[in-house]
């Protein structure tokens, strides 16, 4: 399966968090090697901006499994539309680049999810009930292009790729899936300095490999 990391280096709250350093690598470093620890990810495809400002992502491309490919900074949704259409890409997940704690065992449950039925999106953001910075989508590319025109004339669903699915599901075959215990209020993503401060602290104290239930142990003793 093709990952589709999204990210910029103009983020609002906190610029160039992407290359910000949390242990002996950056943000974006971390996205990437914690999405290859699942053996369900072929390939990771890094989607970012045309933008000078963006050039730098050209640098974490070094690895065989990892390529990068840039369009239109406020169009998100043009973006993947090219790039599906470039790669011949039938379905993906997507995962946001501010998630430098993403647990490989969710992409896997929801791999599974998808592969086993008929969906057209898995996902745990519809409902929420994982913390943000475990956030999943897998997505058919077939309904993104069948919906292009409705979504392409909406300025919010063009920066939002799933804004419109999820704002009418009903039309959709949309899974949700959950954790038992809710965590939505947790927050494992950056967004702000305060944020990057204590995601450092939470990968510097913890051995390889850990599990997104150990992380969150670790942010409630931070607090």
Same mark, same amino acid.
Request: charged share 30%; hydrophobic share 35%.
């Given at each position: ?64 499994n ?10 998100v949704?043009?973006?993947?539309? =090219?790039?599906? %259409?470039? &790669? !011949?890409i +039938?379905?993906?997940?997507?995962? *946001?680049?501010?998630?430098?704690? @993403? #647990? ?28 943000k910075g ?13 919906f ?5 004339a ?15 599901? =009903?039309?959709? %075959?949309? &899974? !949700?899936? +959950?954790?038992?215990?809710?965590? *939505?209020?947790?927050?494992?993503? @950056? #967004? ?23 992380a ?8």
């Open positions: 399966m093709i990952c589709i990391l999204q990210v910029r280096s103009s983020s609002q709250r906190l610029k160039k968090k992407a290359f910000l350093k949390l242990n002996e690598k950056s943000v974006i470093e971390n996205v990437i090697k914690r999405i290859l620890k699942s053996k369900k990810i072929s390939k990771i495809i890094i989607a970012t901006s045309s933008n000078f400002s963006d050039n730098r992502f050209k640098d974490f491309t070094n690895n065989k990892v390529i990068i490919f840039r369009g239109p900074l406020k169009n949704f043009l973006r993947y539309l =090219r790039l599906i %259409k470039k &790669h !011949n +039938k379905y993906f997940l997507r995962i *946001s680049g501010d998630s430098p704690l @993403i #647990d490989y065992r969710i992409i896997d449950r929801a791999y599974d999810i998808f592969k086993k039925n008929k969906f057209e999106i898995v996902t745990n953001t519809l409902q929420r009930s994982f913390p475990q956030s999943v989508e897998i997505i058919s590319s077939n309904i993104l292009f069948s292009s025109k409705k979504i392409s909406n300025p919010d669903y063009r920066e939002h790729v799933t804004k419109f699915f999820y704002d009418n599901s =009903r039309f959709f %075959k949309i &899974h !949700n899936f +959950k954790n038992k215990q809710d965590f *939505s209020k947790v927050n494992l993503s @950056i #967004d702000t300095i305060e944020d990057y401060k204590k995601i450092k602290q939470i990968i510097l104290s913890l051995k390889e490999n850990f599990k997104w239930q150990t969150i142990k670790k942010y409630i003793s931070l607090k």
